[in-house]
């Protein structure tokens, strides 16, 4: 081989993935302009799903309580009685509406939402990650988008307040790394799909088929999104962050919830992007343009100060994006960054190493393989 390609290799694979990097930010980094806000609270049915005492934060419990002052409809689901979560429910707020009642499809989230959508009866119906908080104002302009050709709305959570380098983490793959490459994709016109808030009118839910809409594929939150694709609406993500008050972590749970959301992607149709995700990223740039100065000849001091620059490059790229949405990025952010960055080829290889998707202590990836009707997925 000649001695040059390696360099011009190297040298290629570092400028495209740097521009992938810089122009995921440039396209996500400013909201669009805001559309006119036509809904008030007492237009909205929310559906709370809730499993576990650390689903009921005070924090999230108190939102409920405040939107449900404000006029809406709020519907708080879990699967028993006997649940964690209903105490401490019950303790902030005596008269909480709690539905109680476990379907028997291959997702545990929506068995137990499944009779809060079922319930809801007001024109927009919004299904909440638990712990998210936001206020009537925050939910109304979440619902703003909404129109006779944009059918559904994701309003993205964004982790806020961590308390140690582990929630750290957790911020540095929801809001530097999932949210950008979100929002990019949205702003170029994509499907996307997250957590956060969903919200969309009961007349679109009902023409999905209600709750069915959410289970046709794996993920329910791509699963709606194609739903009311396939009705010929648009879809698309909010302009507002909700946040996410994270507190204490712990790493492992952190690390297994990523490798859990990574092996739930790798079983949709966007699987071939998500295989891109450790190649293009800060650690495989970087080696590919160290690699490239190393062949061209340059000596210990160049290639550590070609590191550094590209370093730099790098971390100011997603504070340029973190800072047009109004998240803080400080050293403690930056050095999670990197470290995420850094552990992204050992998550892909955790993902690819199992077909295992454990969601409170039930393996729903099995659920979903071994169901009669895989029809949905193997056609796309």
Wanted: hydrophobic share 50%; with cysteine; net charge positive.
């Amino acid at each position: 081989m000649d001695a040059g390609a390696p360099v011009w290799l190297g040298f290629g694979w570092w400028s495209l993935s740097l521009g992938v990097h810089w122009v995921s930010a440039a396209l996500a980094r400013r909201p669009r302009q805001g559309a006119t806000v036509r809904h008030r609270p007492a237009d909205f049915s929310i559906v709370a799903p809730m499993n576990g005492a650390g689903d009921a934060s005070t924090a999230y419990v108190r939102t409920l309580v405040e939107l449900s002052r404000a006029g809406a409809e709020v519907l708080i689901c879990v699967a028993h009685a006997d649940d964690g979560a209903v105490a401490p429910t019950r303790a902030l707020w005596p008269d909480a509406p709690i539905l109680i009642g476990n379907d028997d499809t291959f997702n545990p989230k929506m068995n137990n939402v499944r009779k809060g959508l079922e319930a809801a009866s007001r024109e927009i119906v919004a299904l909440c990650d638990a712990g998210v908080v936001f206020d009537a104002e925050e939910l109304c302009r979440a619902a703003a988008p909404l129109s006779a050709t944009v059918g559904l709305v994701l309003a993205l959570k964004a982790g806020d307040a961590p308390e140690n380098f582990a929630a750290e983490m957790e911020c540095a793959y929801i809001d530097g790394h999932q949210a950008r490459f979100l929002f990019a994709a949205d702003r170029l016109g994509l499907a996307v799909a997250s957590g956060g808030v969903t919200v969309l009118s009961r007349d679109t839910l009902q023409r999905i088929g209600n709750w069915r809409g959410f289970n046709r594929w794996i993920a329910d939150d791509y699963s709606v999104v194609r739903s009311v694709r396939e009705l010929g609406l648009a879809t698309c993500l909010g302009d507002a962050m909700l946040r996410l008050p994270l507190g204490r972590r712990d790493w492992l749970t952190v690390w297994r919830r990523q490798v859990r959301w990574a092996r739930t992607r790798l079983r949709l149709p966007v699987w071939p992007l998500v295989l891109w995700e450790p190649v293009i990223g800060w650690a495989a740039s970087g080696a590919a343009g160290v690699a490239a100065l190393v062949c061209a000849g340059a000596g210990v001091g160049v290639v550590v100060a070609g590191l550094v620059v590209h370093t730099a490059a790098w971390l100011a790229g997603e504070k340029w994006f973190m800072t047009g949405r109004g998240l803080a990025f400080g050293p403690r952010a930056a050095a999670a960054a990197l470290l995420r960055e850094a552990l992204a080829p050992a998550l892909m290889a955790g993902a690819l190493g199992s077909r295992a998707i454990y969601w409170r202590g039930t393996d729903f990836g099995g659920h979903w393989g071994a169901r009669g009707d895989n029809s949905a997925e193997k056609s796309v």
